[in-house]
């Protein structure tokens, strides 16, 4: 399973730009599927040309929610590939999508790939079971960590958290797992490396994290 954070606030790899917002694409079980878009679609196309990540190559778009730093990017990306989209209940459905699947209840989108469904009316986080358990995607955690890795634990044991997790200080909640990427929004980030010394990995827009 490979994970490569194309939008975020910081910059991993020399040469991306960095911004307010979040996007990564997700390769696992021959799937290619984007999660979130980032802010602004100049930046997110850029990042993904400096990448070599071709849009022609991604079939599928998954949401979090309806804040602008996860969906400003998703115009510009439609414009170059039309995807099938994976979007929380809460979230208009956009006009130049092909196809838009509104998501409210826990939902399988592949064998072994999840949604937890829109959890609080607000927002859904992806989950991917791979043999050494769950790797959970947020996009801001909105709903609540912990909120989100109950939800997640319907099908087995979270073993990877990756994303924005906003204000979250309930860090006893990340003892169970053994690798943590906090990204974008999170405003504990020093507290939760320096907590989890060895589970945590640094974000940044060019990280790539295979598990």
């Known amino acids: 399973m490979k994970i490569t954070i194309i939008y975020d606030n910081d910059i991993w790899k020399?040469?991306?730009?960095?911004?307010?917002?979040?996007?990564c694409l997700i390769e696992v079980y021959n799937q290619k599927i984007l999660f979130d878009t980032g802010t602004k679609g100049e930046i997110l196309l850029h990042n993904m040309k400096k990448l070599n990540i071709f849009p022609y190559e991604i079939n599928e778009i998954?949401?979090?929610?309806?804040?602008?730093?996860?969906t400003g990017g998703l115009p510009d990306f439609l414009k170059e590939k039309k995807a099938k989209?994976?979007?929380?209940?809460?979230?208009?459905e956009p006009r130049i999508a092909d196809e838009v699947i509104k998501v409210k209840e826990p939902l399988e989108i592949h064998e072994n790939i999840y949604s937890t469904g829109e959890l609080n009316d607000v927002e859904q986080s992806l989950v991917i079971r791979i043999?050494?358990?769950?790797?959970?995607i947020v996009g801001c955690s909105h709903s609540g960590v912990k909120n989100i890795l109950n939800a997640a634990s319907m099908y087995g044991k979270p073993y990877?958290?990756?994303?924005?997790?906003?204000?979250?200080?309930?860090?006893?909640?990340?003892?169970?797992?053994?690798?943590?990427?906090?990204?974008?929004?999170?405003?504990?980030k020093?507290?939760?490396?320096?907590?989890?010394?060895?589970?945590?990995?640094?974000?940044?827009?060019?990280?790539?994290?295979?598990?």
Not at 131 to 136: A, I, N, P, S, T
Request: hydrophobic fraction near 40%; charge should be negative; aromatic fraction near 10%.
């Open 14 to 23: 020399e040469g991306l730009r960095a911004d307010w917002g979040f996007s």
């Open 160 to 188: 990877a958290l990756i994303g924005g997790l906003h204000g979250f200080k309930d860090f006893d909640v990340l003892r169970s797992l053994t690798l943590i990427c906090s990204t974008h929004c999170t405003q504990y």
């Open 62 to 70: 998954v949401i979090s929610h309806a804040h602008l730093d996860h």
């Open 85 to 92: 989209l994976y979007i929380p209940l809460s979230y208009h």
């Open 190 to 211: 020093s507290e939760i490396k320096s907590l989890y010394p060895d589970k945590y990995i640094e974000g940044g827009a060019g990280r790539v994290i295979e598990i």
């Open 131 to 136: 043999e050494k358990g769950l790797v959970v």
